[in-house]
């Protein structure tokens, strides 16, 4: 699997769109850009996923770039509960994933 | 539609004793892998089953091993426990089909190893 590069750490406020970069320039064309989020103490949560398209589902927006060397999570109105660690993951097939240390997202009231 | 549920929630064990975690997976899905999250790090990959056989296996010693069975519940066993096996042990499941099926994780087991 490609290896991905997110910030450390990030801050938002309460009610704005929260933007996560990942950059992801060796993936290759088979590997999808999957993104999760671990509050703490819990199992990961699956957020979304997406191949070269832009996708939304009912919890965020992924936009991959045209060359699919970096993609961007966005949650449109964040709120406190948003607050938890966010892991940018590239990969191909049905293997295990591999994690990095992921952004540390801290929404402010 | 239940989730993944492993169990137990919380175990303490000491040095060199042995270790059996549970999990089913999500109804409908046939591979269960497991992962193993040290405080402060990401989840790191143990190995995966299908098919009742372990089809890739991450960077873990032979202490680690596993099971599925014909209902595609599976577990973790960890024999000869060590102080650094001390972690959240984490479940996921997903459907067998081609192209990278999502995994679905589950709460987690939590253990420590005095």
């Not at chain 1, 997406?50 to 060397?69: F, H, P």
């Amino acid at each position: 699997d490609a290896k991905t590069t997110q910030p450390t750490s990030m801050d938002c406020a309460e009610g704005r769109a929260a933007n996560l970069p990942c950059n992801h320039s060796t993936i290759s064309g088979n590997e999808y850009v999957y993104w999760y989020r671990q509050i703490h103490s819990q199992g990961p949560q699956y957020i979304i996923h997406g191949l070269k398209n832009n996708e939304t589902n009912e919890m965020a927006s992924l936009i991959i770039t045209e060359d699919r060397k970096s993609s961007t999570l966005i949650l449109p109105h964040a709120t406190l509960r948003d607050t938890a660690v966010y892991y940018c993951i590239a990969r191909g097939g049905a293997d295990g994933l591999t994690f990095g240390k992921g952004t540390h997202l801290i929404i402010q009231p | 539609d239940a989730g993944v549920t492993q169990s137990p929630t919380h175990l303490i064990k000491t040095r060199g004793q042995q270790v059996t975690l549970r999990c089913s997976p999500k109804s409908g899905h046939d591979t269960v892998s497991w992962y193993q999250q040290a405080l402060g790090q990401g989840p790191q990959f143990i190995f995966q089953y299908y098919e009742e056989e372990e089809r890739q296996r991450g960077n873990f010693p032979d202490r680690f091993s596993g099971h599925q069975f014909p209902n595609y519940s599976s577990e973790l066993n960890v024999n000869a426990l060590l102080l650094g096996d001390s972690a959240l042990y984490l479940c996921a499941s997903s459907p067998a089909r081609e192209g990278g099926e999502t995994q679905y994780f589950g709460p987690g087991t939590r253990l420590l190893v005095l």
